[in-house]
C-alpha cells in the first residue's frame, strides 16, 4: 500500500509509471539524503532535478556568491541574486521548485577541515566542483565514509561524467593521478565553456543519482563518459 499522499502522487506522476521507480523507488527518493559540492553550473541542474524529483534531504556546500558572469550558465539564478549567497539563492528557488523537500545550506568551502562532517548521514555526494583539488578531497573523503561520490567536469565544449567509490569500484585517483594535475587548477573561468554543457552534464549526473537511490539501471561506476558537444559525438570509456 502506497504511504505517498495525493499531492506526492501529482507531483510524481511521470516517474512513479516508470517500473524502475514506481513507488517503492519514490519513497527511496524521499527518504534518501544526497551532497551536493558546488553550485554553480554543474550543481544548477543537479539540484533542480534532484529538487523536482523528491530528493528527500539535499545538501547543499558553495562558499561562493552569484556574480554577474556566472548567469551566462548558471540558470538556478536571476539577475537579482547577485551578490546574494549562491546556497542562500538556491535554497530559496529550490524550495519554491518543490516545498516537500529538505535543502540544508553549508556556506563554506569544502575542505580538509570539514569534509568529513560534512558528509555525515549522507549517502550520496555529487561532485560539481570546478578544480582538481577538491576533487580529489572529495574522492578520499568519500571513499573513507563508503559512499559514492558522482562525477562531472566541463570545459569549453568537452564534459566528462562517472561515478567513483561505488561499491569498492574505481575511484578519481584512478582516471586522473594526482601528479597530472599538480601545476594546473583552471577551471571554466580560466578556459571557458559553452553554458549548455553544464546542463548536459549535470543532467547525467542527476539521473546518475536517482539510479544509485533507486537501485534502477546499470550505474556508471568503472566507465567514463565523454560528451564533444561542439561535434555531438560521445563515447564510453572502461576505466577497469
Known amino acids: ?135 580529489y578531497l572529495l574522492n578520499d573523503a568519500t571513499r573513507n565514509a563508503g559512499i559514492p561520490m558522482v562525477y562531472g567536469a566541463v570545459s569549453q565544449f568537452m564534459g566528462q561524467v562517472s561515478v567513483f567509490n561505488y561499491r569498492g569500484g574505481p575511484q578519481y585517483r584512478d582516471l586522473y593521478p594526482e601528479e597530472m594535475h599538480q601545476a594546473s587548477d583552471a577551471g571554466p573561468s580560466e578556459l571557458g565553456v559553452i553554458g549548455a554543457l553544464p546542463g548536459i552534464i549535470g543532467s547525467y549526473q542527476a539521473c546518475e543519482v536517482i539510479k544509485i537511490i533507486t537501485g534502477a539501471g546499470e550505474i556508471l561506476s568503472g566507465r567514463l563518459l565523454q560528451v564533444d558537444a561542439l561535434n555531438l559525438r560521445s563515447e564510453i570509456f572502461s576505466l577497469l
Open 1 to 135: 500500500m502506497s504511504v505517498l499522499t495525493h499531492e506526492e502522487e501529482n507531483r510524481y506522476l511521470r516517474q512513479l509509471i516508470i517500473p524502475e521507480v514506481g513507488v517503492a523507488g519514490q519513497e527511496k527518493l524521499q527518504k534518501a539524503h544526497v551532497l551536493v559540492i558546488g553550485a554553480g553550473g554543474l550543481g544548477s541542474p543537479v539540484l533542480m532535478y534532484l529538487a523536482a524529483a523528491g530528493v528527500g534531504t539535499i545538501g547543499l556546500v558553495d562558499n561562493d556568491e552569484v556574480r554577474t558572469s556566472n548567469l551566462q550558465r548558471q540558470v538556478l539564478y536571476a539577475t537579482e541574486d547577485i551578490t546574494r549567497l549562491k546556497v542562500e539563492a538556491a535554497a530559496e528557488r529550490l524550495s519554491h521548485l518543490n516545498p516537500l523537500i529538505e535543502v540544508r545550506q553549508y556556506p563554506v568551502r569544502f575542505d580538509a577541515a570539514n569534509a568529513t562532517e560534512l558528509l555525515r548521514g549522507y549517502e550520496v555526494a555529487v561532485d560539481c566542483s570546478d578544480n582538481y583539488s577538491t576533487r
